[in-house]
């Protein structure tokens, strides 16, 4: 013991301990993300907490790969790192098993992530992370489920288009506009980093790297005035060939996203348009994405994005598997919760933990009936409650059962002498006599019409 | 991609994929103990996935410290430690918050596990693993209470006594025994350490062990003969003071269990008795344990323990806590499985998968209305399935919606011109027509019908 710091007494940094009622919230979460996966035909998946690290090595621009927890077994030879991301595993699972799946292969998954970055606001070292993806179909419509999906969940959490946009754009439209303004051919993964870090670099820094990228100094004046126009991020950018002119706050020659147009349409028609904004400087840093990509932002510019994703054709083919066409999204728990939390869209915590079905209070001399009771009807699946305190003032274990949010009360007093117990109803606070042997039923019945 | 080598798209030996059936039963184990829990009034919590490696290193027998996967962040000086297990998060949670936490405290929780032995049948790598625990009671009936809950999760996975036995014995006899044969009282914890081996070791290894922890050759005659009796663990093995003798199948002397005589009392009470026996050669092998240990084991003894735990009244203070009694209880998601997967009493993976409320078949030309439909439906909280499929063969698409196991399938064809649609029950094979716009509430009202 002499040798133990205290910091052995805490989580690691980065790392979060849930107590009851954070835990709640994020069971809420997780139960939001879910449902609505399920609803819309996604099957849930999972991986292993870590992998072999060069799954990570393989395919991930620098900005995963410098962020990994690594690792071997004592006396191994084998490096491992903990997940960072789940596209990696989820191509390397269909990889393995392309040919036995029908196709569009539609799962979710809710694992946590890891990151040995600085910690700080918005982001942390473990995470838990809402995954969806749409392997095997290639069309727009597989784009815009993504995108509903991801709706539904915002929606879910009682969100409106007021206080987010899904901000969408397409690699292929910025590297067309890339290369017009100037940036080399072989430098356009860079170019797209680039383009990611507009938000947190600053002009100078910016400039000096656009340069190295290809960019002469007058080409740099003009991709400036783009950058400009193009990173309004809070204006609907609406840009699409063909909208009407009133809308199109910018010239659909300087915003060319061609290749949205049919996604547009599929979001039209699915009446979830007015939730997207076209935002062609949204690259997105990671390397593998190949054609749509999109985010979640709040409304207010804040935070960091909510969600984001993209279309990643060649990734399951770069693990072994067929050409494959792909598409996906990922929301954390921690953005999202910081932004529900300021917009007072989350209930006090207590609130989401499991309420009591019945809480049981026994004032009778022996207590001899009690623990039989609370046994018989727990295995009934009622959730059942009791005091653990020596007091036999019904009016305290009253206050206790409230406390613990139960439905219903049993009272087991001296009227067990005639073989009934008392029944009080905690939300309406009308009371009856039951008989004991028709307690089960007379509850179950009650319950019903208060769930409703 | 040239230096990738093939294990590279491959889990990790020791770990698993989950694909969607085998996700839809790990799904179902975590919902019955997550809901049992919750009936037994128990709050569900996390801690971190990694911890300080000292918080293991602190207090866990060679057992624990031998078999973790540790490391470090690329440039940092902090040791971390994949969790092996939850009790010492738990005690640290508990000593971190001690002062504002009601006693007792009765938490469970679901998360993975990790250890770095060589994977075997029940054994991996990566695990899950249920744990609950009551903090702040040093009662027999909150030992009571954690095997009543295990038992109400038993229960609730269909076994019965006939399948699975608890077996419980105590610190305080099992030591009194060891004393009594020879073994020296300084080396104690060895001694539980080797009667945990009782079952993977040979009699002759067991011997020698036996005779450097004090025992003389002579002693170790007798106690071979006592660890006879003691180790019919298919038997039950009623040896309380006070049992009638006709059930004693051994001599009260012999087995000296006298603590567990108030635990027996209270698992009559709750009406569980008849799944436990009492096994006084049972001591488990983690150092901390304090009092009652008990184990779940298979009637056939074939497997390996199903779930085990024990009363730990000394962890929390030392982590930095109050002085603070505690029992819990651990069950791991692979052995359980592998038990009931034997025994039948898992139905096919593929039906845990959730079960689609209605299936949208579309035959019309343009198929304008079915994308805004489907939205429309989910929004409601629908669980909505339809085809990938180009056939326009309602007869193929029914058979598609068959498969998905949907309850309903709502079919747009030529009747949409009279704003009608067809709504066919999967299960009774009824079909009727219904007005579009009474759709949504006659799908709810079927759905509430067919669901009971």
């Known amino acids: 013991m002499a040798a133990t710091n205290t910091h052995t007494?805490?989580?690691?940094?980065?790392?979060?301990?849930?107590?009851?009622?954070?835990m709640a919230v994020r069971r809420h979460l997780e139960s939001v993300w879910r449902e609505v996966s399920i609803n819309h035909g996604f099957e849930e998946v999972d991986g292993p907490t870590f992998e072999h690290l060069d799954l990570y090595t393989v395919k991930s621009g620098p900005g995963?790969?410098?962020e990994l927890f690594s690792f071997r077994r004592a006396g191994?030879?084998?490096?491992?790192?903990?997940r960072p991301e789940f596209t990696p595993t989820l191509a390397r699972m269909v990889a393995a098993s392309a040919h036995a799946l029908?196709?569009?292969i539609k799962w979710f998954c809710i694992p946590n992530f890891f990151r040995a970055e600085r910690p700080q606001r918005g982001r942390l070292r473990e995470f838990f992370q809402w995954n969806a993806d749409i392997v095997g179909d290639d069309s727009p419509a597989a784009d815009a489920e993504v995108i509903a999906l991801t709706i539904g969940i915002l929606e879910g959490l009682d969100l409106t288009p007021n206080d987010v946009r899904v901000k969408i754009s397409h690699r292929g439209g910025i590297a067309r506009v890339l290369l017009r303004y100037g940036f080399q051919g072989d430098r356009l993964l860079d170019a797209f980093d680039l383009l990611d870090s507009l938000d947190k670099t600053s002009l100078d820094e910016f400039k000096a790297k656009a340069l190295t990228l290809g960019l002469s100094d007058v080409q740099w004046n003009d991709f400036r005035e783009w950058l400009g126009l193009a990173a309004r991020a809070n204006q609907p950018v609406l840009t699409m060939p063909g909208a009407p002119p009133e809308i199109s706050r910018f010239h659909p020659q300087t915003f060319d996203l061609l290749e949205l147009e049919p996604l547009h349409g599929e979001l039209e028609s699915r009446g979830i348009s007015h939730w997207c904004d076209y935002k062609p400087s949204l690259a997105r840093g990671l390397a593998y994405y190949t054609g749509t990509v999109f985010e979640v932002h709040e409304t207010s510019g804040k935070e960091r994005a909510i969600a984001g994703g993209g279309r990643y054709d060649n990734l399951v083919e770069l693990f072994g598997g067929p050409s494959t066409p792909a598409v996906g999204i990922a929301m954390g728990d921690v953005v999202i919760r910081l932004m529900l939390e300021e917009r007072g869209l989350l209930e006090p915590a207590e609130a989401y933990l499991p309420r009591p079905d019945l809480f049981v209070i026994d004032v009778t001399e022996d207590q001899a009936l009690s623990a039989k009771l609370i046994a018989d009807l727990r295995r009934e699946n009622l959730h059942v409650r009791h005091s653990y305190r020596a007091t036999k003032n019904v009016g305290k274990l009253l206050g206790e059962a409230g406390k613990t949010r139960a439905r219903l009360a049993v009272i087991l007093g001296k009227e067990l002498e005639r073989g009934v117990v008392g029944l009080k109803n905690l939300e309406s606070g009308e009371q009856e006599e039951v008989q004991l042997d028709a307690l089960l039923e007379t509850v179950r019945a009650t319950l019903h019409t208060m769930k409703k």
């Open 76 to 82: 191994g030879d084998t490096d491992y790192a903990l």
């Open 9 to 22: 007494f805490q989580a690691p940094k980065g790392t979060r301990d849930f107590y009851p009622p954070d």
């Open 102 to 104: 029908p196709k569009p």
């Open 64 to 66: 995963i790969v410098s």
